[in-house]
């Protein structure tokens, strides 16, 4: 049995015989170095400030006996994995079931024999030892385990989080806690023409720039979030007031317009945000995101560079939703919320529509883009640009929906066909470019 004695292991024994406290080190000290204590006070005292490699402990001794002292060393986070062995001149089975019990690895019984307690204490610190390692591991791997995952939820552009975690974490609060929350839907206004004009370089600045000012502005409960591009949503639990969540918007535009300008040109930077909130936009996370969205939007429509809380009606049922069709081709609404809806909702509203104007209502077309020329991977962007476009662009738009990954459709009230395709294609240009606009086919019923 050799061993540097530089990396000798520590043995703490603790006996009240002095006599066996000399013999026991006597064994153990050409392979180890041995602490010797007499009681099992003065020990558990030694204990607080030290961790030894093992214990080795005399069952009977006075003031504290081995079973007690056992017991508090097991109350110590650094001392419960350190292997224990007990000393005993009982011949009782009694005492090794309820030392085992306790947490002791073995019982070595007096007279002691040099090799047994050699052979038993090398065995006891070389499993202890392993049991250790593979504990330390495993927390290792859980450690990075659980580093992996929080990397995978975080964007690494602005150190936010992604999409699906503010998304679990938003579904889990409505679910369990069952009170008021909101949620901020932001972009910065005109993103594409910023990068175009200044490069990726800025614009990706931008970002972490936008990204600073969410996290200076919202408090540690809020969740902050980039789901893509220069958009950003911001959940925040326990309040639906809109005079406090007026309060943070508006603060998030004041550093907004005070820490950000592109390369010294004075054009300031610009967001759009839209607010929705529980109970009055949705009960669910979807519906709460699609209202906040919807709003977004409408703040695009209103000329950019503000916020538009979601109406207290945006979940309104198919039947609302065709009465306000109603209103609308009627001229007796001066609601300007536009309706973005499930692409079989918008045939029903159509419908309905051209019901309307068979008696006289007004004009009323339906609006088709196809997507089908545009790579797959643009799409998804595109289809905000162009959604943003037709939105500012196209006066009396009043419903948008998405047709698959493929199809954009808009339907219009009261606008004559010739003015109403040329407002598109400028709208279009506008937003996406010259070069998108002639790949994209547009169609009008």
Request: charged fraction near 25%; include cysteine; proline fraction near 2%.
């Amino acid at each position: 049995m050799r061993r540097d004695r530089s990396m000798k292991f520590n043995i703490l024994v603790v006996d009240d015989k002095p006599e066996m406290l000399r013999y026991i080190k006597s064994i153990l000290e050409e392979f180890y170095t041995v602490y010797l204590i007499a009681d099992g006070v003065t020990a558990l005292a030694y204990l607080q400030n030290h961790t030894p490699d093992m214990i080795i402990i005399d069952i009977n001794m006075p003031q504290m006996d081995g079973f007690t002292l056992l017991e508090n060393i097991h109350t110590m986070d650094s001392l419960k994995s350190v292997p224990v062995i007990f000393l005993t001149a009982s011949a009782n089975p009694e005492n090794e079931i309820r030392g085992l019990r306790l947490g002791a690895k073995d019982f070595i019984s007096k007279p002691i024999r040099r090799e047994s307690l050699l052979q038993r204490v090398q065995m006891q610190i070389t499993q202890g030892k392993a049991e250790q390692e593979i504990k330390k591991r495993y927390e290792q791997m859980k450690q990075e385990a659980e580093k992996a995952r929080i990397y995978a939820m975080q964007d690494e552009l602005s150190g936010l989080w992604k999409r699906n975690y503010i998304k679990a974490s938003a579904e889990q609060y409505i679910k369990k806690e069952k009170r008021p929350c909101a949620l901020f839907m932001l972009d910065i206004d005109d993103f594409k023409r910023i990068n175009d004009t200044y490069g990726h370089q800025t614009g990706d600045n931008l970002i972490k720039k936008f990204a600073f000012i969410l996290q200076k502005n919202c408090t540690e409960n809020m969740i902050i979030s980039r789901v893509g591009g220069d958009e950003f949503c911001v959940f925040i639990p326990n309040v639906s007031d809109k005079g406090a969540l007026s309060a943070l918007a508006d603060g998030i535009f004041r550093d907004l317009d005070t820490n950000v300008n592109m390369n010294n040109d004075t054009k300031m930077v610009g967001i759009s945000m839209g607010i929705a909130v529980i109970p009055e936009n949705g009960k669910t996370f979807e519906e709460l995101y699609s209202a906040a969205d919807d709003a977004l939007l409408e703040a695009k429509r209103r000329g950019k560079n503000t916020y538009h809380f979601a109406p207290i009606t945006h979940n309104a049922t198919k039947h609302e939703k065709m009465d306000r069709v109603h209103d609308l081709l009627r001229g007796r609404s001066t609601d300007s919320q536009i309706l973005t809806v499930k692409f079989g909702e918008i045939q029903t509203l159509y419908h309905f529509a051209r019901l309307l104007k068979e008696k006289g209502a007004a004009e009323t077309h339906v609006l088709v883009i196809s997507l089908e020329n545009i790579q797959k991977e643009s799409r998804a962007e595109l289809f905000d640009n162009l959604m943003h476009g037709l939105i500012a662009g196209v006066k009396n738009l009043t419903a948008l929906a998405k047709n698959g990954n493929t199809h954009l459709v808009a339907l219009v009230f009261d606008c004559l066909p010739e003015g109403m395709m040329k407002a598109v294609f400028d709208s279009i240009q506008k937003a996406c470019g010259a070069e998108i606009a002639a790949n994209l086919k547009i169609e009008m019923d």
